[in-house]
């Protein structure tokens, strides 16, 4: 008896102590949400600015070139402290993130929203801290008291950039009356990527009555559902002309079901194809006429981040929002482009 009541306690201690490594192994990732911060150290000198930086996710090349653009820009030798979160996709992590910079009183707060509502409880909980929050990228629907400043681009503009370049290249081949029919492939709904790329595209297309948008479909801003989203369009309707695909990645995938499925897109192809971003892969697409136009989003937000916040130190006032320059590509320009794209 007294050997079977060792047995069972023996047991007991080995499933704890399981369970402890277990957690301290994140093995609970899954289950807990992800910590604050990816960076919890103390800034080792007071003098620096100490900011946190809630990032939405890394499904583009775009996106790993804005976090990189933050991350250097925002340095020590730069005057800066700053702490990384990636919140993988998912709201309830960046409003985490959020929350565990307020309580550790950091001197800003910079996040890119992964869609445009919800942020009204915790940004007032920021703004009660005192802590000023700067948006990159995107925006929030909503209050504009409840953050200082924007930085990012005019996502209206772009979308009215791809309107734009399809209404003159169909002027300029004497077709602009031509019946068109146009599919749109999406970022996330909701998000201000798609919200202002739509809105803008729809501005130009609203002027045309021969321009037919079949469907505008979300695929993500990734390659996989870019590719599946683009291949169920190609069974549902037999006579695309154009693809305007909100991003990069997206293009990918939709250029991979298009060739699937013994189709052509480009200069001398079957479809034109409208993308945006303009990393250096869709660049080299334009280059050899694979895609028509690329409308360019500029991730490299660092440095006019890092202005902006010296500015708020020094007491300065600062605009309530900045945009990025940003150019159209075709074949006709991307030459003059593609060697100095460094993403
Ligand atoms: O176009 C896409 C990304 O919000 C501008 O998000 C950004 C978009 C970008 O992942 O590639």
């Not at 402890?20 to 000198?45: H, I, M, R, Y």
């Not at 409308?295 to 130190?313: H, M, R, S, T, Y």
Request: charged share 25%; hydrophobic share 40%.
């Amino acid at each position: 008896m007294k050997n079977e009541k060792r047995l069972v306690m023996a047991l007991v201690v080995l499933v704890v102590m399981f369970l402890v490594l277990l957690g301290a192994s994140g093995g609970f990732e899954n289950a807990t949400p992800q910590q604050a911060t990816e960076d919890d150290s103390e800034p080792a000198d007071e003098d620096l600015i100490v900011v946190g930086f809630s990032q939405l996710g890394s499904e583009s090349v775009w996106r790993a070139t804005h976090t990189q653009s933050i991350q250097d820009a925002l340095s020590k030798e730069n005057g800066f402290f700053l702490q990384y979160s990636n919140a993988r996709q998912k709201q309830e992590n960046q409003i985490k993130a959020i929350r565990g910079f307020i309580s550790q009183r950091v001197d800003y707060i910079v996040f890119s929203p992964l869609m445009e509502e919800g942020w009204e409880t915790v940004l007032t909980e920021a703004k009660d801290a005192g802590i000023p929050v700067i948006l990159v990228d995107r925006k929030i629907a909503g209050s504009e008291d409840l953050y200082t400043t924007f930085i990012g681009s005019d996502m209206e503009a772009e979308g009215r950039k791809a309107g734009e370049w399809l209404e003159n290249d169909l002027a300029r081949r004497g077709r602009a009356d031509d019946p068109l029919n146009i599919v749109v492939l999406t970022g996330p709904f909701g998000s201000t990527s798609q919200i202002g790329r739509s809105c803008g595209f729809m501005q130009v297309a609203s002027q045309h009555p021969s321009w037919n948008i079949l469907t505008q479909e979300s695929g993500d801003f990734t390659v996989v559902k870019g590719k599946e989203v683009m291949a169920k369009l190609l069974r549902l309707y037999e006579d695309i002309d154009v693809v305007v695909s909100q991003n990069d990645e997206m293009t990918f995938g939709a250029m991979e079901a298009i060739a699937e499925a013994g189709l052509t897109t480009g200069i001398y192809g079957k479809m034109k194809m409208i993308s945006f971003d303009g990393v250096k892969d869709a660049l080299e697409l334009v280059d050899s006429g694979k895609i028509n136009c690329e409308v360019e989003c500029n991730p490299l937000q660092g440095e006019l981040l890092a202005d902006v916040i010296k500015k708020l130190e020094a007491g300065e006032k600062v605009d309530k929002e900045y945009f990025v320059d940003e150019l159209v590509f075709t074949a006709n320009n991307v030459r003059d482009y593609l060697s100095d794209r460094v993403y």
